[in-house]
């Protein structure tokens, strides 16, 4: 096997994104770190802040070298991609530049108006949620709205942590690729997010129609919220038991009816805000020497479609020798067309997932047997292969999996 | 002294003439003509009269029963007594967003008449089975929201607090009440009626059917706006007898879309842009699908307006057919205000009448074209002032095609019979039919059950011809005559039937599917003497069945549609299991509210 290889090494952080790349360059080669993160209702034995960060320090360190990271990617601001940069660690870690979407850019109006929008949606929605009775609804909401706070902690290190004063870059779909001296004949194509006018107005969060009444709802007890003068209402009870009223009363299948209605409603807030967040994702191809690593965070159906319909886009993500696998596999973030009409047959893929009881969609078994039919060579993060692997992967324990793409000698 | 109101004093002043002794054939009751926010608008407070029946405190009517149990905050309010002395002497309450009484009478009186529009159209009543009775609750629920529930026959009203932040022209926090508004109430109870006409349209099984109900909703609530004879004068007056100039007449639900911080009206009759033809093969939501062939019946309705004022307006400008600037002659408006209104009613006739010409399952707007055309062809051939022309031009501006003819020619259009197949049905099934119609049940039978016994042995021995599958039991999804005054003032008899059958899907299928079942229909017309007159077949083979072109509708394009629905479902991805096994089924669910996710913009 040639010594100069392009690697994607994959940390198993449960339900979330943790990935380091490296590419050679003449002494040694030069890391990228995509997003480290776990999801709040994530499952399984490993978690970003506890176990990933130390992994990948130490990992650094090999060789009794000074931890560094020649650049830092987030491609959005969820729990499950960020929350391991909450570690203090990382200010032992030198780190030669951060890339974060445009939509996180503190010098940028539009970026601050969308980012606050969104964290004050989150904020209240998760207020509202709180105070909620219980329901299936709200119980599927829990765990969006956590997953879709600001992440105060984690942003902070991004914006100003690490060691090693890193240079911020903040990022929107470009014509011609990145080419910077630390990643040296790596050439770095940002297909998204876009600063396109109509992908901006996909980035509002949900309008508070679909949720503001629900504050309304827990306030209910608050008699100027009441629609009418208290002489005209009678409880329950008293109503239920005066036999005049008896062809009034409304069936038990009528008001189980009328309970459903808000449930669903703190749900369709909380995953629009989850699916503005996720099309807020930075989509790269790292390129070098035709290798091509496809990483476009959980961008949505916008992102590809931009892509999809750009014929220089749709080509080169179509060259992908490796596709990191959005938003856990679900199906919402893979386009089904990209698999079937325009990934390169035999290609590698990987899908950082564990497992969530309620989330039965995902990874979504189409996407799986798409990729099948494709002899794309899929590996997820909690269940790597223990036999079979190929001579280009290693596997360690459930801790992480290297992909390895040779590159011919220099 | 007051005289004491005993027997003896009835009987004294109960005079003989029959006629005193009818109750009154109307009942006069207030409401919001559009909604409390459009306080300011000319007519906005208008009596509308509807069928009188008698009513107790509710209302409780014959079909409508008016429940104010407020879920949110669990309790009652007053129900209204609309044969009180005091309401009756004034037409009903007063319109007052404070008392609940009048929120009641009001989506009554707008439900009655909404029922009344389908009952004219169709010529028959519309009866409920019995204890599902149609249930309007005003106050169920605090959201900015209303939705008509099918399990239960339920059509629900939210109330909620304008934005604080963006409340346009209502006041910041002020209580917003969906069951007064006009366009609301009259939306989602049609609803209900399109259900109660064809139940298996809450089954979206092709893009269209979901839009067709938001559709008619829509259409039914914009050409009520006509019957307010204050309204239309005074909107024919600003646009300078334009009727589509904007205003209240083509908007829909202004108090609802500002309380809700969009600064506009929730919907209008106009697309913003004039009308695409691809929009209909790229807009999915079913409001905004529905929007598409709202502004298509519109269309039709401004052509056949214009047809119908052309002359007064020439009389009224000396030949010229221009009209001066500044106000028009009140009488003019008065006249074009008179064709406006009628315009609109025949329209709106027209849509509800070509119900009896839909398949009984998985509608298409090139269906529904079919069934329009065929409905206006059947009762007047003659297209006296083009309405017909002008509706399949409408339609094709918006690239509606129905999938089954080989050109928009009105020939072509009009649904076929299998007259030499089909026998005609048997006398004695007209017979009783009628006889149970129009005099009842004779005493000691069963009704109308040996009769639809009857139809469905007719379906199962006529199964190929009426294209359904011999094999499999046939039901009779439902059946009825209709009576009509056709041209030449004649009356015209039709027979009705629905014959549906069902696949049967295993319990794994049927998650796979949302919970849809796999449904074929055919509705036929019988003429009075029991002869096909037209045959509105929906067969459904595994694979599509290409036909002059078109693919025809199969369980592998219900497959595909399900594919789609589920690729643009946010919440998907997010739902538990017993949602994913009923997925189809709960998408159905018809809420006023534009659910503003998964929306392209």
Known sequence: ?410 | MKVARTRAYDKFTRLQQPYLNESPARRPLKIFALDPLSGQTAGNRAVVDVPNEPLAPGPIGERIKVIDYDGTLNCFYAPVNLDEPPILMQSGLEPSESDPRFHQQMVYAVAMRVLENFERALGRNLRFAKGRELRILPHAFRGANAFFDPPTNAVMFGYFSADEGQPGQNLPGQTVFSCLSHDIVAHEVTHAMVFRLREHFSEPTNPDVLAFHEAIADIVAIFQHFTFADVLRDQIQKGHGDVRAPGPLLELAKQFGHGTGRSEALRSALEPNGPNPNDYKTVMEPHARGSLLVAAVFDTFFSAYQARIVDIVRVATGGTGRLPKGDLHPDLVGLMATQAARAAQSILTMCIRAFEYLPPVDVTYGDYLRALVTADFDLFPDDEIGQRAALIEAFRLRGIYPSSVNSLAEESLVWGSARQELPPLDRSIIGNLMTNEVLGPPPGTNGNRSVAGALAEYGRTHADALQLEPEREVEIQGFHPTFRIGANGRVRVDIVAQFVQERPTSPEERAELGGLRLRSGTTVIFSERGEVRYLVAKPLPEEPVVQRGVESRSVKGIREFIEQADENDDLLLWRDTSYLDRRMLERANFAALHRSLGEEP
Not at chain 1, 244 to 258: H, K, N, T
Request: proline residues 8%; contains cysteine; charged residues 25%.
């Open chain 1, 1 to 410: 096997m040639s010594s100069r290889a392009v690697t994607v090494r994959m940390y198993n952080v449960g339900f979330g994104d943790c990935f380091l790349l490296t590419f050679p360059k003449d002494d040694g080669v030069a890391s990228v770190l995509i997003d480290c993160g776990t999801h709040p209702q994530s499952t399984g034995p490993r978690q970003a802040r506890r176990d990933a960060v130390p992994q990948i320090i130490d990992d650094l360190k090999a060789g009794g070298r000074a931890p560094r990271i020649d650049v830092v990617v987030v491609t959005h601001r969820h729990k499950d991609h960020v929350s391991g940069f909450e570690s203090p660690d990382w200010s032992q870690v030198e780190v030669g530049e951060v890339w974060m979407p445009w939509t996180e850019n503190p010098r940028d109006p539009v970026a601050t108006g969308l980012r606050e929008r969104q964290a004050n949606a989150a904020t209240a929605l998760d207020e509202v949620h709180g105070l909620l009775p219980e329901s299936p609804g709200r119980a599927l909401a829990a765990g969006l709205i956590a997953n879709s706070l600001t992440n105060e902690k984690a942003m902070t290190t991004l914006h100003s942590g690490f060691a090693g004063s890193p240079k911020r870059r903040f990022l929107s779909a470009q014509r011609d690729p990145l080419q910077i001296p630390l990643l040296p004949n790596v050439s770095v194509h940002v297909l998204g997010p876009s600063r396109d006018e109509k992908v901006i107005k996909r980035l509002e969060p949900p309008g508070r129609e679909a949720w503001l009444h629900l504050a309304e709802i827990v306030r209910a007890d608050d008699s100027g919220r009441r629609p009418f003068d208290d002489g005209w209402a009678k409880s329950w009870d008293e109503f239920m038991t005066t036999p005049a009223f008896a062809p009034l009363r409304p069936g038990g299948q009528i008001v189980g009816a009328i309970r459903r209605v808000g449930g669903d409603d703190i749900l369709y807030a909380a995953a629009g805000l989850e699916k503005v967040l996720n099309g807020t994702s930075l989509m790269l191809v790292f390129e070098i020497e035709g290798i091509l690593l496809l990483c476009p965070g959980d961008a949505q159906w916008g992102t590809w479609k931009s892509v999809l319909e750009d014929t220089r886009a749709r080509e080169l993500v179509g060259r992908a020798t490796f596709y990191k696998v959005g938003h856990h596999g679900s199906y919402n973030a893979t386009p089904k067309s990209f698999v079937k009409d325009v990934l390169a047959d035999s290609a590698w893929a990987a899908i950082p997932v564990a497992p969530v009881e309620r989330w039965k969609k995902i990874p979504n078994s189409a996407l799986l047997a798409a990729f099948e039919a494709r002899h794309t060579w899929v590996v997820q993060s909690d269940s790597p292969p223990a036999a079979n692997v190929p001579p280009n992967v290693t596997v360690r324990d459930n801790v992480s999996v290297d992909l390895a793409f040779p590159l011919p000698d220099a």
